[in-house]
C-alpha cells in the first residue's frame, strides 16, 4: 500500500492507496486544528465517514503518530510500502519527485526561510516517519515543480544582482494541485481545448491563479513565497515593500513581529475583523464582511486579466480548491467581472455546483474540477516501487 501525507499549517490529511494499477483508495482522513482541539476523521473510499475523534495533537509529529496507529488498526496488518508527502518547497533543485535521503533531507530543511509556515512542518513530518517506520521507502513530491516550465520573465525577480543569488526568484505553488487539474483537462474539457489558454483559480485558505498552455505552468500569481499574489485568509498577497520598510523602520516592528502579522493577521481576517473563513464572510450581515468578499472577488478578477496576458488570452476558466469548489456564490462574483469577455454563467449548474458551469453561448468555458493532490503524490510514488 501507499500512504499520502499532506502536511499543512495546521492539519494533515493522508489517503491510503493500493499500489495496483489503478491506485483504488482505501481510506483517505485528516487530523485538523493540530495544537488546538484537534480531529481526527477517516472516510472509507465510498465517501462514508467511519471516524470523527477528538485526539490528543499538540504538534504535526504527535498529530502523524496518531495517523500511523490507526491506520494500523484499520488495516489490521497490511502492509506500508512507500510513502509519498507533499513537500512545498523544492527550490532550484528539485523539479521531479525524488527519494528522501540524508542529503535530500539537508536540501528540504535548508527551504524552510522561504516557506516557514509549511516547510518545517513537512520536513518534520519526514523525518517522523522515518523515525517510526524506518524502513519504508519515503518519497518527496514538490509544490514547486509544476512551475519551472515558466518563462524567464516569469521567474525573475528585479533585485540588485549583487543581493540575488540563484534561489531568489519567483517559484510559484500549488503545484501539485495544478498538475492533477492539468491531468484531468483532456476528459473534460477535449483535447484541443485542454492545450488552449487555461487559467486554473486553486481558491482556499490558500489562493492562487496558473495561466496554463499545453497543460504547463506558464504564469502563475504567488513568488519567491506563497505570500504572495491574491489576498488570502491569513496572508495579505502581493504588498508594496516600502510598506515592510516604513512598518520596521518608523513603527519599530521587528521581523519576527512581520512575519506573524503578515502569515496569520493579514489577509481576509485583517480586512474583516472577524474571520479569515469565506464561509463565516459569506453568512456574516456584518458590512466589513462584505467588504472582505468584495475585495477579494475583485483582486481573484483583476489577476485573472494578469493571467490571460500571459497566454494572450483566455478559452477556459477552472475554478478548484475549498472555496473554488463549493462556494458557488463566489464564483458567480468573480464570472460577473468577467462578463465584457463574452464569459457567461449558467446560474442553475453553478448553484448545482455541476461540473461545467458556463451557458452554451460562453465565449469562455468554465468548469468546476476537483483537485486530487493525494492522488497524484500516490501516483508520483509509485515510480520509485520495484
Known amino acids: 500500500m501507499i500512504l499520502v501525507i499532506n502536511t499543512g499549517s495546521s492539519s494533515i490529511k493522508f489517503g491510503l492507496y493500493k499500489t495496483q494499477a489503478d491506485l483504488a483508495l482505501y481510506y483517505r482522513g485528516q487530523v485538523e486544528t493540530i495544537g488546538g482541539a484537534a480531529i481526527l476523521s477517516v472516510w472509507d473510499s465510498e465517501n462514508v465517514r ?40 523544492g527550490g532550484s533543485i528539485y523539479r521531479q519527485p ?11 530543511e535548508k527551504l524552510i526561510p522561504m516557506a516557514s ?20 521507502l519515503q518519497i518527496a513530491c514538490f509544490d514547486t515543480a509544476f512551475h519551472h516550465t515558466m518563462p524567464w520573465e516569469e521567474q525573475q525577480i528585479a533585485l540588485d544582482k549583487t543581493l540575488l543569488g540563484d534561489d531568489i526568484k519567483r517559484y510559484g505553488f500549488h503545484g501539485l494541485s495544478y498538475q492533477s487539474i492539468a491531468e484531468k483537462l483532456p476528459y473534460y474539457l477535449g483535447e484541443e481545448q485542454a492545450n488552449g489558454r487555461v487559467v486554473v483559480a486553486h481558491l482556499g485558505a490558500g489562493a492562487s491563479l496558473c495561466a496554463m498552455k499545453n497543460k504547463q505552468s506558464i504564469a502563475t500569481t504567488m513568488g519567491f513565497t506563497p505570500l504572495d499574489g491574491l489576498v488570502m485568509a491569513t496572508r495579505c498577497g502581493s504588498l508594496d515593500p516600502g510598506v515592510l520598510l516604513y512598518l520596521q523602520k518608523e513603527k519599530k516592528i521587528t521581523v519576527a513581529e512581520l512575519t506573524e502579522s503578515l502569515m496569520h493577521h493579514s489577509g481576509l481576517k485583517a480586512l474583516s475583523g472577524l474571520s ?61 467581472k468577467l462578463q465584457w469577455l463574452g464569459l457567461e454563467l449558467d446560474t442553475i449548474a453553478n448553484q448545482q455546483g455541476k461540473t461545467q458551469i458556463s451557458a452554451k453561448t460562453s465565449d469562455i468555458s468554465v468548469w468546476v474540477l476537483t483537485t486530487d493532490e493525494e492522488g497524484l503524490i500516490a501516483s508520483q510514488a509509485t515510480l520509485f516501487l520495484k
Not at 525524488?98 to 528540504?108: E, R, T, Y
Not at 509556515?117 to 524502513?135: D, F, G, Y
Not at 477579494?296 to 497566454?311: C, N, S
Open 50 to 89: 467511519l471516524i470523527k475523534q477528538p485526539v490528543d495533537s499538540k504538534d504535526h509529529c504527535q498529530a502523524l503518530t496518531v495517523i500511523v496507529q490507526k491506520i494500523g488498526q484499520l488495516t489490521q496488518g497490511s502492509q506500508i510500502t512507500v510513502v509519498g508527502h507533499r513537500v512545498v518547497h
Open 98 to 108: 525524488v527519494m528522501v535521503d540524508k542529503a535530500v533531507l539537508a536540501d528540504l
Open 117 to 136: 509556515l509549511h516547510q518545517a512542518h513537512c520536513v518534520a513530518a519526514i523525518k517522523m516517519m522515518a523515525k517510526m517506520r524506518p524502513e519504508l
Open 276 to 336: 479569515g473563513d469565506m464561509q463565516i464572510l459569506l453568512s456574516s450581515t456584518l458590512p466589513e464582511a462584505k467588504a472582505a468578499v468584495d475585495f477579494f472577488v475583485y483582486h481573484v478578477a483583476r489577476h485573472i486579466g494578469a493571467m490571460m496576458i500571459a497566454l494572450g488570452g483566455i478559452d477556459a476558466l477552472v475554478f478548484t480548491a475549498g472555496i473554488g469548489e463549493h462556494a458557488a456564490e463566489i464564483r458567480d462574483k468573480i464570472c460577473e
